[in-house]
């Protein structure tokens, strides 16, 4: 009896403490999107912010927008699965310049199904090229994939792919993002934030009009590792226009 009573004790300890981890955040559940905002304060604009993503774009005002220029190097070289997604880390050299601003490419994930729609319409998987400029400011070039034709980028890094989350795993060839790129660059641009806590807003989203493929294999393996899909519901726009 005694015995029973502090296994039973412990497993009750061990719960409180993991429903007290305010700041573990999922996709379903107690910790799921709708609850993100409360889960701490830090990630209070996950449920008060004005400026989410991902969004349904459309309704698109005609802008001219500046072409984006690429400058890619093969300096991907680590591959991490997180928990959330499959990232792959990038070392210095990877940058964009747009409107006359530079941003230095840190990283590219994924979220399957897609985050942000593309008028109405969702899409298999969705990459983000998360890039930096020399203040923190955050550009994210996204870009949507549709089953089709196996991706050489990805195949380099599904290939090391740790299956448990904190894994990583180093790429045996460095791989450029310029693979995850389509030929057209035209692109839509809106004001968003991040799609994970702690959903920090004043993000240029920088969203490629023209979607890549991906295997019917890859995109499966890729669902399979996290377990449940790893996309955020549709934010309000709100006044945000989306330009094109
Ligand atoms: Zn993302």
Same mark, same amino acid.
């Given at each position: ?45 996950? *449920?008060?912010?004005?400026?989410? $993503?991902?969004?349904?774009? #459309? %309704?698109?005002?005609? @802008? ?5 220029? =690429? ?95 904190? *894994?990583?795993?180093?790429?045996? $060839?460095?791989?450029?993002? #310029? %693979?995850?790129?389509? @030929? ?5 641009? =809106? ?54």
């Amino acid at each position: 009896m005694k015995s029973a009573a502090i296994v039973s004790g412990l497993l009750f300890a061990v719960g409180v403490v993991w429903a007290d981890d305010k700041s573990h955040w999922s996709y379903s559940g107690q910790t799921g999107p709708e609850h993100w905002g409360g889960l701490k304060p830090e990630f209070n604009l996950c *449920g008060f912010g004005r400026n989410q $993503t991902p969004i349904n774009i #459309e %309704g698109m005002i005609e @802008a001219d927008l500046p072409a984006i220029t =690429f400058n890619y190097q093969a300096a991907g070289d680590e591959v991490i699965n997180n928990g959330h997604t499959i990232q792959v880390n990038f070392g210095a050299g990877s940058n964009i310049s747009v409107d006359g601003q530079q941003f230095e490419l840190k990283q590219f994930h994924f979220h399957s199904p897609s985050e942000n729609h593309i008028q109405g319409k969702s899409y298999a998987l969705e990459g983000h090229l998360v890039h930096a400029d020399k203040d923190g400011n955050l550009a994210v070039v996204a870009v949507m994939f549709e089953p089709g034709a196996a991706n050489e980028v990805m195949e380099q890094a599904w290939k090391v792919m740790p299956e448990k989350a904190g *894994g990583k795993s180093a790429l045996g $060839t460095k791989v450029s993002a #310029e %693979g995850l790129l389509p @030929a057209q660059r035209d692109y839509y641009q =809106f004001n968003g934030s991040l799609t994970t806590p702690p959903c920090s807003e004043g993000v240029r989203w920088l969203v490629m009009k023209e979607a890549m493929t991906a295997s019917e294999a890859q995109i499966e393996h890729f669902s399979h590792v996290m377990h449940h899909p790893t996309n955020r519901p549709l934010q309000p726009v709100f006044a945000r226009p989306v330009l094109q």
